[in-house]
């Protein structure tokens, strides 16, 4: 036998060294980067890996983890566990603070401790039922390794994904997004071969090819030359022509192949069959009875062994035992695991071999004997103790004491955030429940059904599984009787109702909490009257229903006050604050901060970020105060990030933000948080509103191919949805977009879509982008006419979008007919420029001095406008409209580089052509503010002065500071003052 088992020097891997090397400098220099090694069983994955981590030397910081081969027996997000471990046995203090027991910024409780995940250990973490694994687990990993690249670069290394649990998949695909501008390189490897048809990780690699721009090595098998030299280093001199022929036929190039026929041809075992996997059978097949009952064992447990395990079932002696594992050991065909102490197969392969050669009444014998033994002493375990004890029952067809072991290792997965490792436990402790099997455990509670779907239902939500889990919780509805409490079998619904709406199903959800409200009752004094009247007014409200969903959230207050319910009170009150503000009261706003304050007296991090949500929403919307809007979303976001609901109410924040500076014309900003938001890799429900953000800016740009992918992106995933922020926008920009590629029947056809769905208290919502339906003017303003006349006129925020709408539509029908009035055009212009919102300004202008020259009106004017809105489609980069624009200046001979003069006449534009905001990139209340500053205004007299918050006016300073690139308020003054600013009229 040769003295070592594999080449001591790495063949045939330049090529892969080279690329894993070059991500290293990238990510060094600031750049991160992930890349996942894909490769056959044995192909070489590990080893390049290995000479990778060695190539990295001392100035990297090096997490190394494996996922292991059974993951229900393993606890969620195992190998990034033991990656961060790593750092507590770090050599640099810095680094191993980070990861220290009790650091605010380290990760979760429990996460690196998985004895702290069994059910009803001492100091386990409880997570809160509001919140995914995502708030509570990834932001604190994200902000362990964001400190540790502080320090230098890190590099992740996860092994085996093909055996990942959901949990750590997220997990990896979170932390891939997000650490893409920092010191980071994440590489793992899975193996091709194990990826069988409808494999889950199928869908994660396509996930992190896209979202997180994973580069892909397909490591391919040794060529004959470099198997040749793999041999002769393993062997320490040539390999004769024989060997090489004969290892080369049966190997195919396969480095681990290789290995092992070469050391059963060295042992002399000549007559070895065809297939390796005789070859690995020859092998172990020469250990003696005691180490074959070791492996035997090792075997069935699907994770490393303990010894104590081993020697706690007393198969073997003492004695016989520790030389049994050294034989396994010495033959290299049992590994002991560095970091755990455990024993495990050198390779996967053999294991399978082994498991192939037991009998089934030897896998039940040995499943049973090791669940009694970790019954009797959980610290047995390797992994989860629970995860393994139900693993163990259930292998040995015990189906009593399955049960209540997989509810238990479901509260014990659902305690470190692994919802979706919850989940699996449940869906098999439901399958055991609906198969007859009941809890065979002394002392164990019976096992409710209903409580088990419902758990499950919950479990399957937080883990991003929300049409499982509205089909858990229908079937928990449909297993009522007449037995169940009203109370109760309304918070069914009440559930029911929550998971069908997170699903898409806004209609059905409508529907269920229409009956949980009926369940309710005249019982209107409870804490689950309160809960189910809010959950039904907020759903109103979110459907646009906004007069109904005001009357169900008066009483659901009512309620809520009378019963004491605090959070109730702050989630209605959220509501409430949202739906009067639409309708026109201006009390709205004030009821929004009281929803705030009573979610931060009762300690709800979820009623304060919704709070927000409302509030910036109302802000940017109805009442057009855009800059406030987005201070108000920016101070909500670092809100919930501190909270650990950056991933929940996150995206709807950095949505409102895009939106908002889609309308002040900062698309350069909308861009940039656009792909922050979208590296984060958003899901679900929380990626609508991010897709449509992101549509209206690239539509605009003239990037069709983005535009089109987003539309499509939310059609699939809002396709039975009734929420008008999905399907009218939705509508809306398709007709936008077909009008733009001159597909003008669709146009037509996606407009009259789109109106159908249209109800007067929708109008607000789906007006807002309504000017890029064009082709059918004639429709429109008989359709905006109607609903105008039916709107409450309570509602003066409604009002006034409708106002500059309908302006619009009938300057566009004056071009139907033949006879554009520029003086409809100056006056949208002059509407949308008090509006602060400078593309919709820049188009008005267009067609006003389009309708000036079809006049043949003196050009002055028409030139005037048409390089205002020539400047500022060039500054966004509004490339469509600058193309119509500079079309029509070829055509009227105007030269759009000439500088604008002050415009005269009545059909002028109201201020000097271009004004300072398009030359300076600057808003129109940005340049308020610096003609303050000018001036020698603090922040508390510019916030008076322009009737503003002092913290807005600071905002708006530092925007003004970072958009200049200026460093003071002094050189801001001194700026403003050589560019005569101070001699321009204000507005």
């Known amino acids: 036998m040769p003295g070592r088992q594999s080449s001591p020097e790495i063949v045939g891997r330049s090529t892969e060294m080279d690329h894993l090397s070059r991500a290293l400098d990238r990510a060094a220099g600031g750049r991160g980067g992930a890349i996942l090694i894909s490769g056959e069983a044995g192909v070489g994955k590990t080893r390049l890996l290995t000479e990778f981590v060695a190539a990295c030397g001392s100035g990297a910081t090096i997490l190394v983890g494996g ?31 980070l990861a220290a027991p009790g650091m605010a910024e380290g990760p979760a409780p429990g996460v690196l401790d998985p004895e702290s995940q069994a059910a009803g250990h ?66 793992g490897t899975y193996r091709s071969d194990a990826l069988v048809p409808g494999h889950a990780l199928h869908t994660w690699l396509a996930e992190m090819m896209r979202g997180a721009a994973a ?41 681990f192949f290789a290995e092992e026929l070469l050391a059963a041809m060295v042992a002399g075992q000549q007559d070895l069959p065809p297939t390796l996997r005789q070859v690995l059978l020859a092998r172990i097949g020469n250990l003696s009875s005691a180490a074959s009952t070791v492996l035997a064992t090792v075997t069935i ?26 034989e396994c050991v010495d033959q290299q065909v049992l590994l002991v695991e560095p970091r755990g102490g455990g024993y495990t197969f050198r390779h996967s392969l053999l294991r399978e071999a082994v498991e192939e050669q037991l009998l089934p009444a030897e896998r039940t014998v040995l499943h049973r004997a090791c669940a009694r033994a970790l019954t009797a002493d959980r610290s047995l375990a390797y992994g989860s103790p629970a995860a393994e004890l139900a693993w163990h029952w259930y292998a040995a067809g015990d189906h009593g004491r399955a049960l209540p072991a997989s509810v238990e290792a479901a509260v014990a997965a659902q305690s470190s955030f692994g919802f979706a490792e919850a989940c699996g436990h449940l869906e098999r402790a439901l399958q055991l429940w609906e198969s007859g099997a009941a809890s065979d455990v002394p002392g164990a509670p019976p096992v409710d059904g209903l409580q088990l779907r419902l758990l499950a239902a919950e479990c399957a939500n937080l883990a991003g599984n929300h049409e499982r889990a509205a089909s858990l919780a229908r079937a928990a509805a449909g297993s009522l009787g007449p037995a169940t409490a009203p109370g109760s079998a309304a918070l069914v619904w009440e559930r029911l109702g929550r998971y069908l709406w997170d699903a898409g199903a806004s209609e059905d959800a409508l529907v269920a909490y229409e009956r ?32 109904e969903s ?92 501190a909270t650990g609901l950056a991933r929940f109410h996150g995206a709807a924040l950095q949505a409102m933000i895009i939106n908002t500076l889609f309308r002040l014309g900062r698309w350069d900003e909308g861009d940039r948080r656009a792909r922050e938001a979208f590296d984060a890799n958003p899901a679900g429900m929380a990626a609508m509103d991010l897709h449509l953000a992101r549509a209206k800016i690239s539509m605009a740009r003239g990037d069709f191919a983005t535009t089109a992918a987003d539309l499509e992106a939310v059609k699939a995933l809002s396709a039975r949805a009734i929420d008008p922020r999905f399907v009218v926008p939705v509508l809306t920009l398709e007709a936008g977009l077909a009008i733009w590629e001159e597909r003008l029947d669709d146009a037509r056809d996606a407009i009259a879509a789109g109106l159908a769905r249209l109800t007067v208290s929708q109008v607000r919502r789906g007006s807002e982008e309504i000017e890029g339906a064009r082709a059918t003017a004639t429709a ?39 006879a554009s009035s520029a003086e409809l055009w100056e006056k949208v212009a002059a509407t949308w420029d008090t509006m602060h919102q400078p593309y919709p300004e820049a188009y008005a202008r267009w067609r006003m001095a389009e309708a000036l020259l079809a006049r043949r009106a003196r050009s002055g004017p028409a030139a005037d406008a048409l390089r205002w809105a020539h ?5 966004m980069e509004a490339e469509p409209l600058r193309r119509e624009i500079r079309a029509l200046a070829s055509r009227a001979g105007i030269d759009l580089d000439q500088p604008a003069a002050t415009a005269t006449g009545p059909a002028a534009p109201p201020s000097q052509v271009p004004p300072a905001e398009a030359r300076l990139g600057l808003t129109r209340r940005e340049v308020e503010v610096l003609r303050l500053v000018a001036l020698g205004r603090t922040n508390r007299e510019v916030a008076t002065t322009l009737f503003i918050s002092e913290k807005t006016a600071g905002v708006h300073v530092s925007n003004i500071l970072r958009k200049l690139d200026l460093r003071s308020r002094v050189e801001a003054s001194a700026y403003a003052h050589r560019l005569g600013l101070l001699d321009e009229p204000g507005d």
């Open 67 to 97: 996922c292991l081969a059974l993951a229900d027996g393993a606890p969620p997000y195992w190998p990034v566990v033991e990656a961060l471990r790593s750092l507590l046995r770090a050599e640099q203090p810095a680094l191993a603070r």
């Open 122 to 187: 001492a100091g386990a973490a409880r997570p809160d039922p509001l919140r995914g694994a995502e708030d509570q687990v990834f932001e604190p990993v994200l902000r362990v390794i964001e400190q540790a690249t502080g320090l230098g670069p890190v590099v992740l290394v996860v092994e085996d994904l093909h055996w990942s649990d959901r949990s750590t998949r997220d997990l990896l695909t979170f932390l891939a997004g997000n650490l893409r501008r920092h010191r980071f390189l994440f590489v």
């Open 215 to 255: 580069e892909l090595i397909e490591l391919g098998r040794l060529s004959r030359a470099e198997m040749t030299s793999q041999l002769g280093n393993i062997l320490g001199a040539p390999p004769r022509p024989d060997i090489v022929d004969a290892i080369w036929a049966r190997s195919g190039g396969n480095a």
């Open 301 to 326: 447990t699907g994770v490393p062994v303990r010894h104590e395990l081993l020697a706690a079932l007393g198969r073997l002696p003492d004695e016989e035992l520790m030389r049994a594992i050294r």
């Open 516 to 547: 949980a409200v009926e369940l309710v009752g005249d019982d209107r004094e409870t804490q689950v009257a309160a809960r189910v009247l809010g959950a039904k007014a907020s759903a109103l409200m979110l459907a646009g229903r906004y007069a």
């Open 550 to 641: 005001h009357e169900r959230a008066e009483e659901a207050l009512d309620v809520a006050r009378r019963a004491g319910a605090r959070r109730e009170e702050a989630q209605v009150l959220a509501v409430l604050g949202f739906d009067l503000a639409y309708l026109g009261d201006p009390g709205g706003i004030p009821l929004l901060h009281d929803a705030r304050r009573v979610a931060e007296e009762d300690s709800d991090p979820d009623g304060v970020a919704r709070a927000y949500v409302h509030l910036a929403t109302l802000l940017s919307e109805p009442l057009n105060r855009l800059d406030e809007a987005v201070v108000v979303a920016e101070e909500g976001l670092a809100r919930v990030q």
């Open 780 to 818: 429109l303003m008989k359709h905006l006419r109607q609903l105008k006349a039916r709107l409450d006129p309570a509602a003066a925020a409604v009002h006034q979008a409708a106002d500059i709408y309908t302006t619009m539509c009938e300057a566009e029908w004056s071009r139907l007919e033949g």
């Open 871 to 875: 400047a500022t489609a060039q500054r």
